[in-house]
Structures are given as structure tokens and as C-alpha cells.
């Protein structure tokens, strides 16, 4: 029973998440910014506000796939979001470029997670191969390589918590100081942009809860 239970969260908390953000982002989709900007117009005036103005703004194909690369120096905005002016759009667009600003300031919390990215891609693809490998060799140093490969990629989601929390934090203060939003616009933004927090959160947790649960299979094959 408390299998069933453990598996049942590690599949309802992501569904959940996934929809809570679905859901919220497709309702303020609908809901025009008071300014008329455009996702584009957004994020290019907040950033040259802080004073960047070597970042490149391009549209991306798909939806919810905006994100900032720091190594091309671009943001890339969803199609709706780069042309439209919903209140869903604005709020992503800021939350992109509160992570340009991490990267114009050289935030500690985007440096570690970058220096993460090796292992954590190495983690990520191969832990669980070396410790299903090392179970049924009955080969506990195989598993437990495999059980450090999986934690250093869990240390990457760890990190990135702080590093979405904060992008957040700077694109809500962006938004009301630069006057792309009214007062009275601040709490929707602030649902668009929790409720895609939400998501990292739920990564975050079912990937420790798959981390303990194998520590725990690995000390039980060790007392055996």
C-alpha cells in the first residue's frame, strides 16, 4: 500500500502541477495588458531600463517554450507571447528577462546552476541505467555510483528553485516600476507566474522522493 501510495504522488503531483499552469496561463491569455505592449515590447523595455541592451528578443515556435539563453545572449519568446499582449504573455516575458538581469549581475544561484549542467546532464541520462544495472548484478558499488549520478542531478533542480524564484521576484518589481502594469494588474501576473513556479517545485520534489527511495533500496541490499 504505501508503494502505491508513493507512486500515485510522484504521478498526480507533476499532472497536477502541469495543469494548475496550463490552466492559469490559458485564462490570463485571454486577458489584454492595460498598456497594449507586446510580450516583445516588454521584455526589450525592461531590459534597456536596466541598462541591457546586448540581448537579442526572437519569437519560438510552440507554446510555453520561451526561455533565455545566456550563451547566445537571447530571449526567446513563444509566438503568442512575443506578438500578443496578454496579461499571461507580459508576465512570461518579465519572468525571461529577471533572469538576463541574474545573468547582467552575475547571480551566484545562475552561475552554480550553469556549472551544474555537465553532471547533471550525465545524471540525468545514465543514473538510472547504473542502478538498475547494479541491481540485478546484486552489484552495490554499480548502484551506488548510479545513486550519485541521480543526486547531482537533482542537485541542479534544487538549484534552479532559487534561481525561477528570484527571476519571478524581478520581473513583478520590473513590471510595476517601469509601468507595464497597472497596481490592479499585479495580482494576476503574480498567478501566472506562481503557478509556473509550481512546476519546478513538483520536479523538484518527486526527484527527491526518487532519490530517497533508491538510498532506501541501496541500504536494504547492503543489510541483506
Given at each position: 500500500m504505501t508503494l502505491l501510495i508513493y507512486f500515485a504522488l510522484i504521478l498526480i503531483i507533476p499532472i497536477y502541477a502541469q495543469m494548475r499552469v496550463k490552466s492559469t496561463y490559458n485564462k490570463y491569455s485571454q486577458v489584454s495588458n492595460s498598456t497594449g505592449m507586446s510580450g516583445a515590447q516588454v521584455?526589450?523595455?525592461?531590459?534597456q531600463d536596466n541598462g541591457v541592451y546586448d540581448v537579442n528578443v526572437e519569437p519560438v515556435k510552440g507554446k510555453l517554450t520561451d526561455h533565455y539563453d545566456p550563451r547566445s545572449k537571447t530571449v526567446r519568446l513563444s509566438e503568442d507571447n512575443y506578438y500578443g499582449t496578454s496579461l499571461a504573455g507580459t508576465a512570461v516575458a518579465a519572468?525571461?528577462?529577471?533572469h538576463v538581469i541574474q545573468d547582467a549581475e552575475d547571480y551566484s544561484f545562475m552561475r552554480l546552476r550553469s556549472s551544474l549542467v555537465p553532471v547533471a546532464s550525465f545524471g540525468s541520462?545514465?543514473?538510472i541505467f547504473l542502478i538498475i544495472g547494479g541491481m540485478l548484478l546484486q552489484f552495490s558499488g554499480l548502484m551506488l555510483v548510479g545513486i550519485f549520478a541521480m543526486a547531482a542531478a537533482v542537485l541542479f533542480q534544487l538549484v534552479t528553485l532559487p534561481v525561477e524564484f528570484n527571476a519571478s521576484s524581478r520581473a513583478m518589481t520590473q513590471l510595476v516600476s517601469s509601468g507595464v502594469i497597472r497596481n490592479d494588474e499585479e495580482k494576476e501576473s503574480k498567478k501566472v507566474l506562481n503557478a509556473a513556479a509550481l512546476?519546478?517545485?513538483a520536479g523538484a520534489l518527486v526527484a527527491v522522493l526518487e532519490l530517497v527511495r533508491f538510498i532506501l533500496m541501496y541500504v536494504m541490499m547492503n543489510n541483506d
Open positions: 521584455a526589450t523595455k525592461i531590459m519572468h525571461e528577462v529577471g541520462n545514465a543514473a512546476t519546478y517545485v
